[in-house]
């Protein structure tokens, strides 16, 4: 057998490392809708965030106050028999809605960490062909949309338009996750790396998708994290995030569940309350009540402006132990 040359040597390592730079790398994402807006709710969590998120909106997803987390009792005994815990923000799947939120790039590590938080959600894989940017009006996204500049400023928005017009039928189902050659400007020292974008959705599991009641009201300790966050992007933005959420007092469908509530109403009894005014003494964990109240006149502005008739029948906290 004739030995390998140093030549042969010297193409085979170079080849080897060819390969290894030409291997797929994944970026990963989250679509944060709730509390995620949020910059400084996201850096509690994960500290080592350092690109900023990105406003969007998400095709055939729909933002419902639906997501039950319990409390720990004992906090505040009086109201532990009233409060079993509050209804955060969930998101479903659903033909003909779309929701905004941001796109916040993570790390593996960043990823875990939120993970961790997100416990009771399923992450869940969204088709980048179903983002949009938040520029977009009613889904159009041609070259001559916006005075012949697309709008899509951001490398998931170009990496999805891309894929759409790739797409005969934005119906049909591929893996929709944008693999191929990222061929933006800021590769660096990948610039020959195939990248593959990842999206993530955290859905609430199966069983905790119900509606706001007296035991598990909306908090306003929460919201108010959520609105900051849209606040710090734009007034159309916070808007556009009140009217796209579900599940306010008005749009509430159907009787209490009594075979599956533990409470004492009658059956068909519509529940006392659904959103409970916490700013002073905060239930949740990541609340910021000074904040709150410097804020409080803007931020009630806001939902009077979009959910006036909700807003009305919101109950002080401290209002709850005479009910």
Known sequence: MKPTSSTGRSSAVKGAAKAAKTQERIRHYIFGYGSLICSKSRKITAPTLKAEAHPVVVNYL??????????????????????????????????????????????????KRFDRRERGYDRTEIDLRHIFSIHDDDDNDDDDAHGGKLQHDHHVLRKAYQWRRSSSDETTRDDGNGNGTDDDKDKGKDSDAKVVFKVWVYIPRAGQGEAADDHYPIMQSYLDIILRGC??????????????THGWWHDLDGPIDEENSDDDRSEGEAPKYVWVDDRHAPYYIRADPEWSSDMRHILDDYLRKVH?????KRKHLDTLESL
């Open 308 to 312: 006036p008739q909700p807003l009305e």
């Open 62 to 111: 729909r933002r419902t106050w639906t997501a039950r987390l319990p409390h720990r009792r004992g906090a505040r005994p009086k109201l532990d028999h009233l409060i079993h815990g509050h209804t955060a923000m969930g998101i479903e799947r659903s033909w003909g809605h779309n929701c905004t939120g941001v796109l916040i790039e993570v790390d593996a590590e960043e990823l």
């Open 231 to 244: 606040i710090s992007i734009g007034e159309d933005f916070t808007v556009k995030f009140l009217q796209s």
